[in-house]
């Protein structure tokens, strides 16, 4: 068992417990056996920093119920694979959200600020009558110019 100290630095009274011991006298043997290993945890900060990506992505959807729908979808798939331990699975995982995140940032118009892109993107500009940025309205050649009758190519 373990035993309890008492800690005069915290305040008389308070008593904090003192980490177990394994039969062989060993302290915390227990914890180092659940550290992972450095594959381990670098499979679960890609796994975190693509689950919170989603939810950043879902939080550009205007409409509220579809967010709320979305959000449960997320959580809904990343729940059964919470416990996978196999690594080739994980990664097969991560690279399937990958693409699946890929996919919803380019549905929903998501930019990653702290991602420098493209600025030359059709995403970037800002045009007050199109707020998406999209070319024209018109074919170039259906255009009267002002006075230029070059023909280009020709």
């Not at 009274?13 to 450095?38: H, W, Y």
């Not at 381990?40 to 919170?52: A, G, I, K, P, T």
Request: hydrophobic share 30%.
């Amino acid at each position: 068992g373990s035993r309890i100290i008492v800690n005069r630095s915290r305040g008389a009274g308070q008593k904090i417990r003192s980490p177990s011991k394994t039969k062989d006298g060993r302290a915390g043997l227990r914890r180092l056996k659940e550290v992972p290993s450095l594959k381990e945890f670098l499979h679960r900060q890609n796994v975190m920093h693509q689950y919170r990506g989603f939810f950043r992505a879902v939080n550009q959807i205007n409409d509220e119920k579809f967010r709320a729908q979305a959000r449960n979808e997320i959580r809904q798939s990343y729940a059964p694979l919470k416990n996978e331990s196999d690594v080739f699975a994980i990664s097969m995982a991560i690279k399937e959200g990958e693409k699946k995140l890929r996919d919803l940032r380019s549905m929903v118009g998501y930019i990653d600020e702290r991602v420098s892109g493209d600025a030359d993107s059709w995403l970037n500009i800002q045009d007050e009558e199109d707020p998406r940025g999209r070319v024209g309205t018109s074919w170039p050649w259906e255009r009267k110019d002002s006075g230029d009758d070059k023909d280009i190519g020709r």
